[in-house]
């Protein structure tokens, strides 16, 4: 990844976090994008290389557009974007006026998109190949109830990775999506909380419960997608486009 300049969005925590590290380990350019700067900066002190920090909310294009000309400007044409950026949880009670199916949509989906239209403006020249990889999640594949607009969200980004391969294939631009099961980050063990606090029992029963379904029997690291965002951008993945890779423990094989 030497000389290369990569985009990472939600780049502050989680499994954002552990690409950021993964790609500037293997030598690359980055900027680090996502709505709160101290997460960020957390981040890029961990990493040696050139790094550049935005602070973004990807719901908001204009916004989206200046930070990326802003990056653009500092390490030079993209080479990649990774986005990882997303909120999770359930819909809320729309009875009480809590549903917050339009702010998943908007942040996983529209926010994804913006993320893409934005980098393709400030590409780096080819023939080399270039490459957007999204990450998506186990709930495209699969129903939890309570979840339509996490569901719909990144089930709505398949469809995305899908078009803009077909869109960017003339150009050289490899387009793919993750989808991940249990990865241990925050928000999986608030997700476990809920699951517990509604269930009236422990967190550590909720997580006994919920790796029943993995035949491999645990949660995948942060590093672990890290490792396969690497692998995508790499020489060994040339002419995987169009693809969504399921890193899910086994939970899902259809």
Request: proline letters at 4%; a negative charge.
């Amino acid at each position: 990844m030497s000389g290369k300049h990569v985009v990472v969005t939600g780049a502050g925590t989680g499994i954002g976090r552990a690409i950021a590290q993964r790609l500037a380990a293997d030598g690359a350019s980055l900027t680090l994008l996502a709505r709160r700067r101290a997460p960020l900066e957390t981040t890029a002190a961990t990493m040696a290389g050139h790094t550049v920090v935005v602070p973004c909310d990807i719901r908001d294009r204009a916004a989206v557009e200046q930070a990326v000309a802003r990056a653009a400007s500092s390490l030079g044409p993209c080479h990649a974007l990774v986005a990882a950026s997303g909120i999770g949880g359930p819909n809320g009670d729309g009875d009480e006026g809590g549903d917050r199916f339009d702010d998943l949509v908007r942040t996983n989906l529209n926010g994804t998109y913006h993320c893409v239209r934005a980098v393709l403006a400030h590409l780096a020249p080819g023939p080399a190949t270039r490459h957007v990889v999204v990450v998506s999640s186990i709930l495209a594949r699969i129903a939890v109830p309570g979840y339509t607009g996490y569901s719909a969200s990144k089930a709505g980004l398949l469809g995305l990775v899908r078009a803009f391969a077909a869109e960017l294939a003339p150009d050289n631009v490899q387009v793919n999506a993750i989808c991940p099961g249990w990865v241990e980050t925050d928000m999986a063990w608030q997700g476990l909380a809920a699951s517990a606090e509604a269930s009236g029992g422990t967190r550590e029963a909720a997580y006994e419960e919920a790796m029943r379904a993995v035949p491999l029997g645990r949660m995948a690291q942060p590093e672990d997608i890290a490792g396969t965002v690497a692998w995508l951008l790499s020489d060994g993945a040339r002419g995987v486009t169009g693809q969504a890779i399921d890193q899910n423990g086994g939970a899902w094989t259809g």
